[in-house]
């Protein structure tokens, strides 16, 4: 879901030819966490990840 803030710089641009693509373009790249995997050595910090989205496996130190 886009915030207000984050619509203000499309709206204004949504009329003037070729911003829209220059915007689209350029934008920075996100990723949703859920395309990311954490092998983390701590048990609970695999589980706070994991309900936060992320795909992340408790994998100790040997």
């Known amino acids: 879901m886009m915030c207000a803030a984050m619509m203000r710089p499309l709206r204004k641009v949504a009329d003037v030819a070729g911003e829209f693509d220059k ?3 350029n ?3 996100r990723r949703e966490w859920s395309s990311l995997y954490v092998q983390c050595s701590d ?3 695999a589980t706070l990840l994991r309900q936060l989205g992320f795909n992340a496996v408790h994998h100790p130190v040997r």
Do not use: I, S, V
Request: overall charge neutral; aromatic content about 12%; cysteine-free.
């Open 23 to 25: 915007l689209r373009k």
């Open 27 to 29: 934008y920075q790249e």
């Open 43 to 45: 048990e609970q910090a």
